[in-house]
């Protein structure tokens, strides 16, 4: 009896085990598929539904210069693309405003639209907005709205990401929002 329940008691454990074992892989495999859709200065691409990121990377038409450097990329899928074309913005905005920060690693998170982007900056701002995009300097992340979105309005964002990247002291408002329209303007010099 002592030995059957021992066997018993030993089988439940192993199960325990595998339980654990799988949960473990799949948190692992998790993780990978989030670490996957970064790039050189993007550490994490988040989007609700490939919808939104097809929606974003139709939106997001870039100069034909620009656009023969991100395909010289040679990307497979939509979020390599997506990815692709953001580096290239990023490093044309880098050139327009002379800045090179060398620590940049943002997050950038699609929404689907106006409405969303607003809600998000409502909910953790409590006012109330209607953006298209917006960068938040203290979760270093720059939120889309997809439906919303052009090349002007992702190196505006980018510019102030790489603004607050640059500068040790943080510039005061009116000048951080002066870079980001400039670089607004020249991108698609
Ligand atoms: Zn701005």
């Not at 990307?75 to 997506?82: D, L, M």
């Not at 102030?160 to 329209?181: G, S, W």
Request: proline share 2%.
């Amino acid at each position: 009896m002592t030995e059957r329940t021992t066997r018993i008691a030993a089988g439940a454990t192993s199960r325990l085990c595998r339980l654990l074992l799988a949960g473990l892989i799949c948190l692992l495999l998790a993780d990978t598929a989030v670490a996957a859709y970064r790039s050189r200065y993007i550490n994490r691409l988040i989007y609700n539904s490939v919808e939104d990121l097809h929606e974003f990377n139709d939106n997001l038409t870039l100069t034909r210069q620009l656009s023969a450097m991100a395909n010289r990329k040679s990307p497979a899928t939509i979020e390599e693309e997506v990815l692709a074309k953001l580096d290239i913005v990023i490093e044309k905005v880098e050139v327009v405003l002379d800045m090179f920060p060398n620590n940049l690693a943002i997050t950038v998170r699609i929404l689907a639209d106006r409405a969303a982007v607003s809600g998000v900056y409502r909910q953790k701002y409590n006012r109330k907005v209607d953006y298209v995009a917006y960068y938040s300097l203290s979760e270093n992340t720059i939120y889309f709205s997809a439906y919303d979105t052009s090349i002007r309005v992702v190196a505006h964002e980018i510019a102030h990401a790489i603004v607050d990247h640059f500068f040790e002291v943080r510039p005061p408002y009116n000048m951080h929002e002066l870079m980001a329209q400039f670089a607004e303007k020249h991108v698609t010099d």
